[in-house]
């Protein structure tokens, strides 16, 4: 998530300057988060297939990374709902934050 928010990764642009939780509050709210532990043991189950390793996704794309803007899901989940939503037109992409209610 740093390394997204200042710019050190290729296509940061989608994630420059947004806000970003202190690590120690981060570690805390995944340490205690139902979801994370439960997809957490999935992976473990899985011998750590990557595909079910648990990922933060940011809610509203348009926000950054802070406890009322991220959910756990799975890395698959994620990198389909990424790829999903940048390969959409305007009208479908808004469809579908509309859906989810997420304001971009």
Not at 49 to 65: E, T
Request: with cysteine; net charge positive; glycine share 6%.
């Amino acid at each position: 998530m740093k390394a997204r928010v200042t710019g050190k990764i290729k296509n940061s642009k989608y994630y420059l300057g947004k806000s970003l939780l202190a690590k120690e509050v981060f570690m805390t709210w995944a340490r205690n988060h139902p979801d994370f532990l439960k997809l957490y043991k999935q992976y473990f189950m899985s011998k750590f297939d990557r595909r079910l390793a648990p990922s933060v996704a940011r809610m509203d794309s348009g926000r950054g990374y802070s406890l009322n803007n991220m959910e756990w899901v799975t890395a698959s989940q994620c990198s389909m709902m990424a790829n999903g939503l940048m390969k959409m037109n305007g009208k479908k992409r808004k469809a579908i934050y509309d859906l989810l209610g997420v304001n971009k």
